[in-house]
């Protein structure tokens, strides 16, 4: 048998918010046919996953193990399977590339010739390989019910009041720039509305990008990667609000919009929220010499109280780069974190928090469904592809297109 069981998830499907006159005035008013594609594109993320073939649970890690191996020997060049920092060992053991997201999506859009894109990792993950792959490249989500609990804080409906709001609030001009972890849509929004993608590596070019366009900038969906950033462009708290997307003008008043550079949405990670500071204080006492090293995702205190700070790729190559014997207490997710333990046993590495779960929607990725998809595709049939709309297609290629302008 499995050791844990591919049980299956269905992620919840969002309901259509109504958003009430007197708390937004939104209104149809930019491009009706847009915003529904939008729509359309954010219900399709929500694709239920259909139950796994019972042949596929009851199959021992050794019997997954052959038919994983079999059929990648069989499919050769024509499949590229990608995994993502996140996942755990017995799913990155089959990727050709290990990587964060965006560096995974360049590596699908440069494998022109690999028919089938696996990628073990998440929805938005998925959609953006799709949007810089070719067109008769399929990508393939070996779980559907993998999301990203981030990403999700961002609704569209909600962006698309919030976007409202603010441009009846205020005469600035406001450039909207998302975080990679999130929908297609919103990725498409911000082409359409002037502003860009960033990463948790060049938010900071980004965003002073922004600033030179725009009198605002709307972030979404991590209010922890947008404040770190601004505080570290040399803003202040007093310079940024967050925005709630449950509270009329997101909890501000119009003055304090007015007042603000940056209007942060309120969104966050629960993997990298659980990082404190106390942890640091506690780590730096039981090694005095420790490097304490966080990702950009934990909150303003967890990064202001750490050595250094950055992308899962910085981490990794920090730590892969520091000499033998350091320490190093790490904030971000733990299969990471013990992976770099593992092949590094001449340093001291760690998770700051002791008791830290691994983000569950990475974790709904298990070699059971690696092995049912790529036997599909032996079988000459392609599941879980995930197909973003040509019309959020283009305009998310645009803000990613800035993206690569910038950086
Ligand atoms: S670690 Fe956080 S941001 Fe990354 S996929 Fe998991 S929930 Fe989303």
């Known amino acids: ?54 042949e596929y649970v009851a199959m021992s890690p050794a019997e997954l193990d052959e038919r994983i191996t079999t059929a990648r020997e069989g499919l050769g060049t024509q499949l590229v399977v990608l995994g993502h920092h996140y996942q755990r060992d017995e799913v990155v053991k089959y990727a050709d590339f290990r990587g964060d997201s965006f560096k995974l999506s360049q590596q699908a859009a440069s494998r022109k010739e690999a028919r089938y894109i696996v990628f073990c990792g998440v929805h938005f993950m998925a959609e953006s390989a799709d949007i810089l792959s070719d067109p008769e490249q399929a990508v393939i989500l070996p779980n559907m019910a993998a999301g990203c609990s981030m990403a999700d804080m961002a609704a569209t409906d909600d962006v698309l009041a919030c976007w409202a709001s603010l441009n009846q609030v205020t005469e600035d ?3 909207p720039i ?9 990725k498409a929004f911000c082409g359409k509305y002037d502003g860009a993608v960033c990463t948790s590596s060049n938010a900071t070019a980004v965003l002073t990008w922004a600033l030179e366009r725009g009198r605002k900038v709307l972030f979404f969906p991590d209010q922890h990667l947008g404040r770190n950033t601004a505080l570290r462009l040399g803003y202040t708290l007093d310079d940024m609000v967050v925005w709630n997307p449950h509270l009329p003008l997101g ?38 010499d420790v490097n ?19 992308s899962t790729e910085v981490i990794s190559n920090t730590i892969t780069a520091a000499p033998a014997g350091t320490v190093w207490a790490v904030g971000t997710e733990i299969n990471l974190v ?4 593992q092949e590094q046993p001449d340093k001291t590495i760690f998770c700051l928090d002791p008791v830290i779960c691994p983000c569950s929607t990475m974790y709904r990725i298990h070699p059971a469904y690696i092995a049912w998809v790529l036997d599909n ?9 995930v197909k973003v709309d040509s019309e959020v297609a283009k305009w998310a290629l645009v803000s990613l297109d800035r993206m690569l302008a910038i950086t």
């Open 377 to 385: 595709l032996v079988a000459g049939r392609v599941v879980n592809q």
């Open 1 to 54: 048998m499995v050791t844990a069981s591919p049980r299956r998830i269905i992620p919840l499907r969002r309901a259509r918010r109504v958003i009430p006159a007197s708390t937004c005035n939104y209104e149809y008013s930019y491009d009706d046919l847009f915003t529904e594609r939008l729509r359309a594109s954010e219900d399709d993320a929500h694709t239920l996953q259909t139950p796994l073939p019972p």
């Open 338 to 341: 013990n992976r770099l333990a």
């Open 173 to 175: 001009k406001i450039i």
């Open 292 to 310: 304490v090293i966080v990702h950009p995702e934990c909150k303003m205190e967890v990064v202001q109280a750490s050595d250094l700070n950055g």
């Open 178 to 186: 998302t975080y990679m972890n999130s929908a297609a849509a919103l």
């Open 251 to 288: 909890g501000n008043t119009p003055e304090e919009i007015e007042r603000a550079t940056f209007i942060l949405w309120r969104g966050h990670c629960s993997v990298h929220g659980r990082f404190s500071v106390e942890q640091i204080v506690q780590a730096r006492e039981r090694y005095p």
